[in-house]
């Protein structure tokens, strides 16, 4: 496959047109506090089972990604120690049993450089993939994601992780607003919520593709490891002359 090509990956609501060398693989806050027994998101009183069923389908996608040399970025929500960067109303919202800082069983509670906040051991980033600690739902807020994108040349986010209706989709929604092309994998993003799930990737593919593309990870594998039946945009546009 050659990266600086243009291929086409079937996608809602129409065709993603992918160019591997600008685009770069965004896997949003899989993280032990939300995906593992015992972390924030079971302390809230969800089933970390619907998070969990993406481990296996964003494995196969990173190990892709990985393989052809592009470019892997991950986040992970969370706030620092002293808890300076955390609004009251945010630590407040939910009244669970236990708040953003309180002790866990996996530390303190979406704190960085605590247990619950590292990424799972079976998306460990690699020492050359960015790690982009957010305090705020959407990756772009208050990171340089923004800046590491652009340095990179990065113009497309295929877009993973969780939950999709909160993190993942506020996200997309900024990264629309900078002019990213964005197209969510719907078996790597996952909500403790099913009917909001749906209600997020409708949202996206929406009103001719409002806020980007939604597909399927086997059709992204598809483009990326199948070289013999892979062909760039321009031969196919010539063979149909």
């Not at 600086?4 to 896997?27: G, K, M, N, V, W």
């Amino acid at each position: 496959m050659n990266p600086q090509h243009t291929f086409s990956i079937d996608a809602e609501p129409y065709a993603f047109e992918f160019t591997p060398a600008r685009c770069a693989l965004l896997i949003v806050d899989m993280q032990r506090d939300f995906l593992e027994p015992g972390g924030f998101g079971e302390t809230l009183g969800n089933d970390v089972a619907p998070l969990r069923r993406t481990i296996a389908p964003n494995q196969k996608l990173l190990a892709a990604w990985r393989a052809h040399g592009l470019q892997v970025m991950h986040t992970r929500e969370g706030h620092r120690p002293d808890l300076m960067d955390l609004p009251p109303a945010k630590r407040l919202r939910g009244r669970g049993t236990r708040l953003i800082g309180d002790l866990g069983p996996l530390g303190r509670i979406l704190i960085r450089g605590e247990p619950g906040n590292e990424i799972i051991p079976q998306l460990a980033p690699l020492p050359s993939e960015p790690v982009i600690d957010k305090p705020g739902k959407g990756a772009f807020y208050a990171t340089d994601l923004h800046a590491i994108l652009q340095n990179r040349g990065i113009r497309q986010l295929v877009v993973t992780g969780v939950t999709t209706e909160v993190c993942v989709h506020t996200t997309v929604r900024e990264a629309n607003d900078r002019g990213y092309d964005c197209l969510v994998p719907e078996d790597c993003v996952g909500s403790y919520f099913p009917d909001l799930h749906a209600a997020g990737l409708a949202m996206i593919k929406s009103q001719g593709g409002i806020f980007g593309w939604v597909s399927h990870s086997e059709k992204i594998l598809s483009v990326l490891n199948c070289d013999s039946g892979i062909r760039s945009a321009d031969s196919l546009a010539k063979e149909t002359k």
